[in-house]
Nanobody
Framework: QVQLVESGGGLVQSGGSLRLSCAGSRGIFGFFIMGWYRQAPGKQRELVASITSGGITNYADSVKGRFTISRDGAKLAVDLQMDRLKPEDTAVYYC?????????WGQGTQVTVSS
């Protein structure tokens, strides 16, 4: 089992920045994908950004050019730098890890962007 612990999030004005961090409780072997999803009230959970163990990144169109995902190559950890935030970015953000057939989720952290 791997526990994912998130930090960051909070309340920010439109145009501001926030940084989310996620750390795994232990290392893993082999190929994996870490990423951030978000879920706004009344909406489905959606992928925001992901990064593979090899460093390949993927972003939702809605955040391209504003968000940057990065990982610590020595640890099971991933950050999400969120710039030029918009009210529509308001959601609960979840850290996720896919390792083989197993998916792990963090507990979620609230991001609120005021207009």
């Amino acid at each position: 089992q791997v526990q994912l612990v998130e930090s960051g999030g909070g309340l920010v004005q439109s145009g501001g920045s926030l940084r989310l961090s996620c750390a795994g409780s232990r290392g893993i072997f082999g190929f994996f994908i870490m990423g951030w999803y978000r879920q706004a009230p009344g909406k489905q959970r959606e992928l925001v950004a992901s990064i593979t163990s090899g460093g390949i990144t993927n972003y939702a169109d809605s955040v391209k050019g504003r968000f940057t995902i990065s990982r610590d190559g020595a640890k099971l950890a991933v950050d999400l730098q969120m710039d030029r935030l918009k009210p529509e970015d308001t959601a609960v953000y979840y850290c996720a890890l896919q390792n083989g057939p197993t998916n792990y989720w963090g507990q979620g952290t609230q991001v609120t962007v005021s207009s």
